[in-house]
């Protein structure tokens, strides 16, 4: 057995202007070997995972592949050189099916037989446990799912160097094991595997080693079971974290939002929600869990007004909302938060700009837009949520938790009645994630009923009251938060409900 | 080897913003050095008659204005639907049909006082445009079909009844030319400079001009559009009525273009004939283009183009080359535009084979 790593990575730097990205990396991945890469936001894990991808051209350093120096200038050839990679935002041709995404540029040949491509990506799926019909429309999966797709393909293509940056985020913790069985089977045969994560559980279950990057610099590489969780922590955050806790005993007011019987098609015309009923209190806070595609999109569209439902009716404070647009939605007194914050504000338009979108109206003085006003408001909110940012950056320019302040800022400084939240601290840093959740607890505490809809079980846990669990588009378990454990729960995510009595 | 490729950049480049037009303007003319050498006429001589010349006679620098003025009109109307993100390609269509109205106003309100005359054919000129403009905007907002492609082959459409009519009838009675009947003197556009055919149709370019920079830039409204046209998704999801900022985009958009024709009929032509436009539409797509969209860079452009148009008939006249000369400038031009915005989004990374094998 040679003991020649897999991928050294040596002197990496990469500047964007004043800000080092990379500082001067140095990492070597063995052969069979997890090796996680853990670090805040903005710590430069993907910086370097985009050089060792062929994404990003460092100023200065070199790569080593098996111990030969390789120029990796596009994901072409990082692909020749045995890299796949499986990244956060996903490169998937959306009218093209599953089986079509996967083998796409790595057919060889004239023919493009697609009865064995879909039989290959059948057989792949099955074989690293990963759930996904080769035959689906790429377009009409979820995000989860397509996140799925992107690590069946970067399989396919026999990779000896496998890159996943955060790949559990949307996975139950059934699927989450099986994925890291499948990772474990894969080391066997000798190959690297290079895991990004923000969760130190997942860190220590399925790691090797772990090196820590702070500020785009390495701060420590540890043997994984010589490491303890507090010193993992200290060293990817530089101070002792303390996680958000929820005041006991609440004391769940009347109903603020109800839904009833309610139901909807997804955009490929199949039933996504059916008959799903729930109240949600004042003062509490009601957690959906669910793998991502059993219907959470949709359930959070139609409280937005982005979308009618079929059947079914949405009540809030009392007041009929069903099939109400977005406007009337906000005016009536949601807060919305939704899973894709490019999706909630336009990137080109200024911070200012963007904090007033949902109330143009009010900055009005005559038919002029008051800017001053705009900008006044944008500084106490700035002020207010700690957003890092001036009135007039482009929002387009904000790091992923200042953009989340920004909508948070949005919709909690309006005080609203209820609040409907989707991932809400997905790709933040521990900070940002923090913050976000003592914010949801401070709503909670104000009196609104907050909609929380996550794939992260440990956020479920830390804020919910009480939890549904959303199967196939229905509600498949209801329970309190304090009778709620990540086995149980992931049984009901799984569809395994009838080994659980429901509550 | 080497090899070229795009590479995005992590900001536009701030100086390539600023260098643009003038940037265009110098790569152009080299690009278009060969043509104008093939025509037989020396390149400086060529451009100094292009771009100098007019600016230096009082007749040729009013002529400028008059050639602009249209182009004010187009470029502002296509610069709006864009950034609603609504790819209106049917100004020249809805110049068109402007004129009609504005014609068949214009022979219709001769009794009436001067400025009721105007203000009527104002009115239906802009109505027509925005006719013409309504069904490809409901079409795409109901049904989703791609405005490039309905608004594209509207423009025809609009050509062909200019020439029915102009062959059947409103072929004009006392000539027999495919022209129609002059419209009433007192519809004509005043004069606003003496001894020049620079006329009201300038100063109302200029005010609509200068009424859209403030809507887009200081209204809600505007930011709505603005919002609409970056990302729309994120509007419809502020609770911004994406559809009706659409539909106003581009009905606002038609009616412009339709005051060109206004423009032209009651301000040079005083009356309809097949080649009023030749292009002007499409043209407006490049002011547009070379104005970033902007007001103020729209009116820059189109003074611009303006003046080639201008140089490119003295340039015929003076030194014998072809007036297309100037379309071929026209066109060149928008192909560098286009080529220095995406530029400014990416730069251009050189590589060497050799040197890449080893290092990184």
């Known amino acids: ?503 | 080897m080497i090899s070229l490729r795009l590479e995005p950049r992590a900001a536009p480049a701030r100086w390539l913003g600023l260098a643009v037009g003038p940037a265009a303007v110098v790569v152009t003319f080299i690009l278009t050095l060969g043509f104008v050498v093939a025509a037989g006429a020396s390149p400086i001589q060529a451009y100094r008659t292009f771009i100098v010349g007019p600016l230096t006679s009082r007749y040729d620098g009013l002529e400028v204005l008059v050639a602009a003025t249209p182009l004010l009109f187009t470029g502002a109307a296509v610069a709006i639907a864009f950034r609603a993100g609504y790819w209106n390609i049917g100004a020249e269509g809805q110049l068109l049909v402007g004129a009609i109205a504005a014609a068949w106003a214009g022979t219709v309100v001769g009794g009436m006082p001067q400025v009721l005359a105007i203000a009527v054919m104002i009115g239906l000129g802009a109505l027509g445009g925005a006719v013409w403009a309504l069904g490809p905007a409901l079409m795409r907002i109901i049904l989703g079909i791609d405005e490039v492609v309905t608004t594209l082959l509207l423009n025809p459409v609009a050509l062909l009844i200019v020439t029915g009519l102009l062959n059947g009838p409103w072929r004009n009675p006392v000539t027999q030319f495919p022209e129609s009947r002059e419209i009433a003197a007192n519809a004509h556009f005043p004069h606003i400079i003496p001894d020049s055919r620079v006329n009201l149709g300038l100063v109302l370019a200029l005010v609509l001009i200068a009424a859209a920079w403030f809507v887009l830039g200081r209204t809600p409204i505007g930011l709505r559009l603005r919002a609409t046209g970056l990302s729309p998704d994120a509007a419809r999801f502020a609770g911004i009525g994406v559809e009706r900022i659409i539909l106003g985009a581009a009905l606002t958009s038609g009616a412009m273009a339709g005051l060109a024709g206004v423009s032209l009929v009651a301000g040079i032509n005083f009356q309809l004939t097949d080649g009023i436009s030749s292009g002007l539409g499409y043209t407006g797509i490049v002011v547009a283009t070379l104005g970033a969209l902007t007001m103020p860079g729209v009116i820059l452009a189109a003074l611009f183009l303006g003046d080639l148009v201008v140089g490119a008939d003295s340039a015929g006249l003076e030194l014998g080359v072809p007036s297309q000369l100037a379309d071929i400038v026209k066109g060149a031009l928008l192909l560098v535009v286009i080529s220095l915005l995406v530029l400014r989004r990416n730069r251009i990374a050189i590589r060497r084979g050799t040197e890449a094998k080893g290092a990184v």
């Open chain 1, 1 to 503: 057995m040679n003991d020649t790593p897999a991928v050294e990575l040596r002197d990496v730097t990469k500047r964007y202007g004043s800000l080092v990205a990379n500082d001067r990396i140095e990492l070597t991945v063995a052969r069979g070997e997890v090796h996680a890469l853990l670090g805040e936001n903005g710590a430069g894990k993907t910086t370097l995972m985009r050089i060792l991808y062929g994404l990003t051209r460092p100023d200065a350093g070199a790569v080593l592949i098996d111990g030969r120096p390789v120029a990796i200038h596009s994901p072409k050839d990082a692909i020749a050189a045995g890299i796949g990679m499986v990244t956060q935002h996903f490169a998937l041709v959306k009218p093209m099916t599953v089986a079509e995404n996967v083998i796409l540029g790595a057919t060889d040949g004239m023919r493009v037989r697609l009865d064995v491509a879909a039989a290959k990506v059948a057989d792949a799926a099955e074989r690293f446990g990963i759930r996904a019909d080769p035959l689906a429309r790429v377009g009409g999966l979820s995000v989860g799912e397509q996140q799925r797709v992107e690590i069946l393909k970067a399989l396919y293509r026999k990779c000896r160097v496998l890159i996943l940056d955060e790949p559990t985020a949307v996975l139950v913790p059934q699927e989450v094991a099986s994925l890291f069985a499948a990772l474990r089977r894969l080391c066997a045969e000798g190959i690297a595997v290079i895991f990004i994560s923000h969760k130190l559980h997942e860190v220590r279950e399925i790691s090797t080693r772990v090196t820590v990057l702070r500020r785009g610099a390495v701060v420590g590489t540890r043997t994984t079971s010589d490491v303890d969780d507090r010193e993992l922590a200290l060293l990817m955050v530089g101070r002792p974290t303390l996680g958000v806790q929820r005041p006991s005993a609440a004391s769940a007011g009347a109903p603020i939002l109800r839904v009833e019987a309610l139901s909807a098609t997804s955009r490929q015309g199949l039933p996504a929600l059916r008959h799903v009923s729930f109240e949600v209190g004042r003062g509490e806070i009601l957690g959906v869990a669910g793998v991502s595609g059993n219907g959470q999109t949709e359930l959070v569209d139609l409280l937005c007004g982005m979308r009618s439902p079929s059947a079914g009716r949405i009540e809030l404070d009392g007041t009929d909302i069903t099939g109400s647009k977005p406007a009337e939605v906000v005016a009536a007194g949601i807060g919305r938060i939704p899973e894709d914050r490019h999706a909630a504000v336009v990137g080109e338009l200024s911070v200012a700009e963007n904090l007033a979108l949902e109330h143009l109206s009010e900055f009005g003085s005559g038919p002029q837009l008051d800017r001053r006003a705009l900008v006044r408001h944008a500084e106490e909110l700035i002020q207010r949520f700690t957003i890092k940012a001036r009135p007039d950056d482009a929002a387009v320019t904000l790091s992923g938790g200042n953009l989340q302040k920004l909508v948070l800022a949005r919709v909690l400084s309006r005080d609203p009645k209820a609040i409907v939240v989707s991932q809400p601290t997905r790709g933040l840093d521990v900070g940002a994630t923090e913050y976000v959740r003592g914010e949801l607890l401070a709503q909670r505490a104000r009196g609104a009923g907050v909609l929380l809809v996550s794939e992260d079980l440990d956020e479920l846990l830390a804020l919910a009251d009480r939890l549904i669990v959303l199967y196939e588009g229905q509600i498949v378990g209801a329970l309190a938060a304090a009778d709620a454990d990540p086995a149980r729960l992931g049984l009901l995510m799984a569809g395994l409900f009838h080994l659980e009595p429901v509550a």
